[in-house]
T-cell receptor
Framework: KQEVTQIPAALSVPEGENLVLNCSFT??????LQWFRQDPGKGLTSLLL?????REQTSGRLNASLDKSSGRSTLYIAASQPGDSATYLC??????????FGTGTRLKVLA | DTEVTQTPKHLVMGMTNKKSLKCEQH?????MYWYKQKAKKPPELMFV???????INESVPSRFSPECPNSSLLNLHLHALQPEDSALYLC?????????????????FGPGTRLTVL
């Protein structure tokens, strides 16, 4: 059974710092991995999707990498801003339609 | 338009009530999902519809009854719920894979319905 964990659970950084969020999954036979952000009490916003054949994806200040062999994905946020404060979730697809979500990292960027 | 809408935003119901949650998307997606999310926990998959047919039911209690009347709409009918069913209910959509292929498309989520069962 696929299990997805995220470290750290919470992170507080000053504005302008570059930071890395980690996502680990137990079953390397994933189809793809998606990163989301969620603001308090809101729905999820997709940030990046990495297909199993890809190593990384980039969008603006965000870069996500995928290493299936080690069961890891990282989300790199460059030059963090207070508006980046949210919970970040990774989700691994272990079958058609079945995404297993990680435990999330609550990020706070201080002005 | 990359929007998934959900109504109502908030719902309070008693354990004997019958209510429905609604979800709508106009992106032409043919896969639609219901997730349940408790406070400070990740979303948990409940149901998946693909081409208006139920593809996945994650052993959800029968007091939750999904319905997909057409390719744009997804409903979740609620009956005789328990207080522990109080949560944020999220709808999502994506484009299903072609044939037996793997999903390559992003999931788009709605804002959710905050459900409180008294």
């Amino acid at each position: 059974k696929q299990e997805v964990t995220q470290i750290p659970a919470a992170l507080s950084v000053p504005e302008g710092e570059n930071l890395v969020l980690n996502c680990s999954f137990t079953d390397s036979a994933i189809y793809n991995l998606q990163w989301f952000r969620q603001d308090p009490g809101k729905g999820l916003t997709s940030l990046l999707l990495i297909q199993s054949s890809q190593r990384e994806q980039t969008s603006g200040r965000l870069n996500a990498s995928l290493d299936k062999s080690s069961g890891r994905s990282t989300l790199y946020i460059a030059a963090s801003q207070p508006g980046d404060s949210a919970t970040y979730l990774c989700a691994a697809s272990s079958g058609t339609y079945k995404y297993i979500f990680g435990t999330g990292t609550r990020l706070k960027v201080l002005a | 338009d990359t929007e998934v809408t959900q109504t109502p935003k908030h719902l309070v119901m008693g354990m004997t009530n019958k209510k429905s949650l609604k979800c709508e998307q106009h992106m032409g997606h043919r896969a639609m999902y219901w997730y349940k999310q408790k406070a400070k926990k990740p979303p948990e998959l409940m149901f998946v519809y693909s081409y208006e047919k139920l593809s996945i039911n994650e052993s959800v209690p029968s007091r939750f009854s999904p319905e997909c009347p057409n390719s744009s709409l997804l409903n979740l009918h609620l009956h005789a719920l328990q207080p522990e069913d109080s949560a944020l209910y999220l709808c999502a959509s994506s484009q299903p894979p072609l044939g037996q292929g793997v999903p390559t498309d992003t999931q788009y989520f709605g804002p959710g319905t905050r459900l409180t069962v008294l």
